[in-house]
């Protein structure tokens, strides 16, 4: 296991899951935009909803095509490239893909279908089911791939068995609704949902910008700014971080984010900006606001959080504790008899992966050094200064998102918002910000739970498939050519559809046709 | 409710039938991606044969999609140890599957010609690279493959992927192109009408002859092929270790199941009857009832595969004991449990509105539906 390997497949892994993530959260958000819409379509008849729901559903489509293009890569790259994690975990992780497969992406992939080309063949009420089968299906998909993920960040309702040498599910409703997990989804779709309004609400503003399709982009400007306002508040209230005080797994990851290096009394302070020192072990300097982390962390005026350096301290402890585990493992691997041996195991087994962690430094962990000890307990808190400054981009992207939708919502209702030219302009400013944040999110998650794949479990540096180097470097350059590739044809279409508008349907009614007419 | 050996058992009949699903419903339209070039000759031609599968490819995907993750909940040792064993085959189905979101998607939605031909190529290699790839994986699976544990069951495989493409393989990939090709043309026999049918139905004759005759052809080989056998005394309710058996390997072994049990020659009969009458039923234009049959067909090839292979599911060349069967791969008991829940709740849904989408949109598809909803359609 060379840490090239590891580094190359960690890669490879970013890449491909940051390029699906590209595509994701516009599904999910803009699912339920369509659903809106046709809602008000069924309700007044009026065509023009209809035709809203054709044109933004066929950007919707356009988006659709790589999320699902990129999203077979994900559901194989476990057994590509991540195979010791397959089998350690399969037995919990890989049954909330499977049941995603067969309980959301059947069901949003078989109605999207019906989606474009039922149009004709269905009654309204019928179309409108669909639509909202496969909003619903595209969210129920988020929520099961969340729960694996949320296993990852806090692996609740499994065992290790010594026997089979993997993890074993033991209670499948704590996986379920793992506080963790719960969070997680939330906070994602309701970040799925703010991507598709700014988008929405973005383009109808270039529209109203140049003075075409107005009644068109007005109500389309409004529907996104009213589901936009409700889901940046959402995005915000039910941000991620309030899963992470709940449980043990998540405290170095809070701890790293908010460059909280000593123990703070509680409620501690929130960082507002520093400049974490990682050599130092300290910040140079920082802006707090007192109670606020302790606040949002642990929803409590009393409740204690770690900091990086006790954390530090107290995981060496488990490494050192994990060491017998892991001797009294080999020794069972060898003997399943040798109840010196079992006994051992069982009295360190709850440190095992933290054991294991030393396998990157001491193949042979009973022969590890004091300062490969302090090495690995070291590594048990991620790097500082990438997670602090993601999270702070992220977090402040999520207040100028509430912002910009508290201003749309407001002069929507004042009904003046198509002749307030600087929020229109601020408003197409605004359309790629979504995306940035969404990957920060994204990354502060992942990188937040490093150095394990499954936090406490299983160090991400023992997950990886014994592939040679050269395999990774071919696979690498492929996924990132050929995504690249797709994105650029990706964004070619749909600057063109964005920039041609509802003319696109082949109406007749709207602005290009006329102009040509 | 189940002991643990019966779901072991309910599990490799499961897996059979999502692979059988994702041939039947995948399959068609894998099939129809590869014969595009080919039954379309120009533009309004192609549109037609895209549009027979256009509202559905992307259901039939998940077949594909949810395969994948029922492997992993199920046998997570198989999933682990056969992707990254066969990786560079796998990115390649992978990168194949690429094509077709796109390709569908956005091929009509710019008037040029170039671009157009350039989908539809994509969609080709989409349709016709993965049942190739998976046939060369099976005849893989029925020579052994290098791999081993360690001791920490930590896959290993030692071997390269060139040597996948080894004579029996190859013939294995035929047999698996022919058959998708064969069921996708009696598909887009159903759904078209005029020259794309006509030029379907001379596909279906063709491919269909070439499947029997290559599926009669791997089973003349299969007696010479090395076999396994497991040697120790197997308790199928023990926890799953694949270390802890041994194995021999044995010329002509993967006919024992048929010898211990005659009634099993049903199955790869099945195969080559269904086939052929699938072949008369298109040649004498009846395409549904073709379809079904090339259905039933494919029911009898991946059958005769997998009961060839009975315990095994990927045995191990290079290091016998490592092999890996229906007894030693799977996940837990409560694990087995809970996924065979799961199917039998959500596999009836999907089958019924799946049925209904096919229904919704049934009928030919004609070059007048395409000038008619030029902007809409595929």
Do not use: C
Request: hydrophobic share 50%; glycine share 8%.
């Amino acid at each position: 296991m060379t840490e090239t390997l590891v580094d190359l497949s960690r890669l490879q892994f970013a890449v491909t899951a940051m390029y699906h993530f590209l595509f994701v959260p516009l599904t999910l958000g803009l699912s339920f935009l369509l659903v809106i819409m046709e809602a008000i379509y069924v309700m007044t008849d009026k065509p023009i909803y209809k035709d809203m729901v054709k044109f933004w559903g066929k950007l919707f489509g356009i988006n659709f095509a790589l999320g699902v293009t990129t999203g077979i890569t994900m559901e194989f790259q476990f057994g590509t490239n991540w195979a010791y994690y397959s089998h350690y975990v399969g037995d919990i992780f890989g049954a909330p893909l499977a049941i995603e497969g067969m309980m959301a992406f059947f069901l949003e992939s078989t109605f999207i279908g019906l989606f474009f080309f039922g149009w004709d063949r269905l009654t309204k009420m019928q179309h409108f089911s669909v639509t909202v089968l496969t909003a619903i299906g595209s969210n129920l998909s988020a929520l099961w791939i969340l729960i694996a993920n949320g296993w990852m960040q806090d692996p609740v309702g499994s065992a290790f068995s010594y026997t089979t040498m993997r993890m074993e599910l033991t209670d499948f409703w704590a996986v379920v609704f793992n506080p963790t997990a719960q969070a997680k989804f939330v906070h994602t779709v309701s970040a799925g949902y703010v991507t598709a309004s700014v988008f929405v609400l973005g383009i109808s503003a270039w529209y109203l910008l140049k003075g075409r399709d107005v009644e068109f982009a007005k109500r389309s400007f409004r529907v996104a700014a009213a589901f936009g306002f409700a889901s940046a508040l959402s995005v915000i209230v039910l941000g991620d971080e309030s899963g992470y005080g709940v449980t043990e797994s998540q405290k170095s990851k809070l701890a790293a984010m908010e460059g909280m290096w000593e123990a703070e009394p509680a409620p501690a302070g929130f960082n507002l900006l520093a400049w974490p020192n990682e050599e130092k072990q300290a910040n140079e300097w920082e802006v707090k606001i007192p109670y606020a982390l302790g606040l949002i962390a642990t929803r409590s005026t009393s409740e204690e959080l770690p900091g990086i350096k006790e954390i530090r301290e107290t995981n060496k402890a488990r490494i050192e504790s994990g060491i017998h585990a892991v001797l009294g493992l080999e020794r069972l691997r060898k003997n399943a008899n040798d109840n010196e041996a079992k006994a051992l195991f069982e009295a360190h087994q709850d440190d095992l992966g933290y054991g294991l962690l030393l396998k990157r430094y001491a193949p042979n962990v009973g022969e590890a050094t004091p300062a490969q000890i302090a090495q690995a307990a070291h590594d048990t808190v991620p790097k500082v200064a990438p997670l602090f400054w993601s999270f702070r981009a992220m977090v402040a992207l999520g207040f100028s998102f509430a912002l910009l939708f508290t201003l749309s919502f407001w002069y929507s209702l004042k009904g003046t918002f198509a002749d307030t030219r600087w929020l229109l302009r601020w408003a197409v400013l605004f359309i790629p910000l979504p995306w940035i944040a969404n990957e920060l999110g994204w990354f502060v998650a992942e990188y937040g739970r490093q150095p394990w794949s499954i936090f406490g479990v299983l160090p991400t540096h023992l997950s990886v498939s014994t592939l040679s180097i050269g395999n990774l470097y071919g696979s690498l350059a492929g996924f990132i050519g050929f995504y690249t590739l797709l994105l650029v044809v990706e964004l070619y279409l749909m600057f063109k559809f964005a920039r041609l508008g509802p003319s696109s349907l082949g109406t007749g009614k709207y602005h290009f046709e006329r102009a040509s007419a | 409710m189940f002991d643990y050996e019966t779901l072991k058992l309910i599990w490799w009949l499961l897996v059979g039938i999502l692979l059988l699903g994702f041939a039947i419903m995948d399959g068609h339209d894998m099939g129809v991606g590869t014969l595009l070039p080919f039954v379309g000759k120009n533009d309004n031609e192609r549109r037609v044969v895209i549009n027979t599968v256009g509202p559905h490819w992307d259901g039939n995907q998940v077949w594909f999609i949810t395969g994948g993750g029922a492997i992993f909940a199920a046998w997570p040792l198989v999933y682990a140890t056969a992707f990254s064993g066969f990786y560079w085959a796998m990115l390649a189905v992978l990168w194949a599957l690429f094509f077709r979101p796109v390709g569908f998607d956005y091929r009509s939605k710019i008037q040029n010609a170039t671009w157009r031909s350039t989908w539809d190529w994509g969609l080709f290699v989409g349709g016709a690279v993965p049942p190739l790839i998976f046939g060369v994986a099976f005849g893989n699976l029925l020579q052994g493959v290098p791999f081993h544990f360690d001791n920490n069951l930590m896959s290993h495989y030692t071997g390269s992927f060139w040597q996948l493409l080894n004579p029996f393989a190859l013939l294995a990939g035929v047999v698996s192109s022919a058959m998708i090709t064969f069921h996708g043309a009696n598909y887009l026999m159903h759904r078209t009408q005029g020259a794309v049918f006509e030029r379907s139905r001379r596909a279906a004759f063709w491919s269909g002859m070439v499947m029997v005759a290559s599926f009669l052809l791997a089973g003349v080989f299969i007696g010479d092929l090395p076999g396994f056998v497991i040697t120790s005394t197997v308790d199928p309710a023990a926890l799953p270790d694949p270390l802890a058996k041994t194995v021999v390997i044995q010329t002509g072994a993967w006919l024992g199941n048929f010898r211990a049990m005659p009634a099993l020659w049903l199955v790869p009969t099945l195969a080559v009857v269904a086939g052929l009458i699938g072949i008369a039923l298109g040649t004498l234009r009846k395409p549904l009832a073709a379809f079904v049959a090339s259905a039933l067909a494919m029911a009898g090839i991946i059958g005769t595969a997998g009961v060839a292979l009975f315990p095994f599911i990927m045995p191990s060349i290079s290091d016998p004991r490592s092999s890996l069967t229906v007894w030693d791969s799977v996940s837990s008991h409560l694990t087995l449990s809970l996924m065979f829940w799961a199917t039998l709740i959500f596999m009836p849904l999907i089958i019924i509105y799946t049925s209904w989408a096919y229904k919704v949109m049934s009928g030919k598809v004609t070059e007048q539906f395409i000038t008619a909803n030029d902007k809409a359609a595929y």
